[in-house]
């Protein structure tokens, strides 16, 4: 049971132009959202983040909004660069017993952006 | 620093065989998380580790073990290989157990199970 999915394995989108990379869940415990970038032979590094008592937080050319009615999240990227093209990863947590938390990840979203 | 850095870079082995995988922790953090990505997936987590201890377990069997050294570095066994075992394994290292924000993966190591 897939409780992260991404359902757009690709998106390609002109440089300059808005990406929107989006991420549903199933989970209503999640309370803490976030974003990965991985690019080939490295590992996921963080982007960005949200708490379920936000809908929307900004850094930089990043967004994210989180709409808990719809248990759906989006990353905004404007203006997109070539530097953007990667595989992003939404990624949700809750908090365990011990103050542990473990991310759930989706399967990713592979973003070109074109020159 | 070197950030967290993971041995080997690739390793082959057949069914059947033992492996063990190693991490080092970024230089402050004490919490070591394994997750393993299969070809197309996302990583799933396998287990955390703090103060040597196994915390937190995902959804996998036991033959998927591993270990925290009293200098935070970590091992993950995995036993009675099986060719669904080939994957990305990745650690990511946290200073304590629920900074998730402040996790950091490392490279990974790429284990082919012939």
């Known amino acids: 049971d897939q409780q992260v999915k991404q359902n757009s394995p690709s998106l390609s989108v002109q440089e300059g132009r808005i990406s929107i990379l989006n991420c549903d869940y199933t989970?209503?415990?999640?309370?803490?959202f976030l974003w990965y970038k991985k690019y080939p032979a490295e590992g996921p590094t963080f982007l960005i983040s949200i708490s379920s008592i936000k809908d929307k937080n900004e850094d930089g050319r990043f967004t994210v909004f989180l709409n808990k009615s719809a248990k759906h999240l989006s990353l905004h990227i404007v203006p997109s660069q070539p530097g953007d093209s990667a595989v992003y990863f939404c990624a949700a947590t809750v908090l365990l017993r011990g103050s542990a938390r473990q991310l759930t990840f989706g399967s990713g979203t592979q973003l070109t952006v074109l020159p | 620093d070197a950030g967290v850095t993971q041995s080997p870079t690739h390793l082959i082995k057949t069914r059947g065989q033992q492996v063990t995988l190693r991490c080092s922790p970024k230089?402050?953090?004490?919490?070591v998380s394994w997750y393993q990505q299969a070809l197309g997936q996302g990583p799933q987590f396998i287990f955390q580790y703090y103060e040597e201890e196994e915390r937190q377990r995902g959804n996998f069997p036991d033959r998927f073990s591993g270990h925290q050294f009293p200098n935070y570095s970590s091992e993950l066994n995995v036993n009675a290989l099986l060719l669904g075992d080939s994957a990305l394994y990745l650690c990511?290292?946290?200073?304590?157990?629920?900074?998730?924000?402040?996790?950091?993966f490392g490279p990974g190591t790429r284990l082919t199970v012939l």
């Open positions: 990511a290292s946290s200073p304590g157990t629920g900074i998730v924000n402040e996790q950091f």
């Open positions: 230089s402050g953090h004490d919490t």
């Open positions: 989970n209503s415990m999640f309370d803490y």
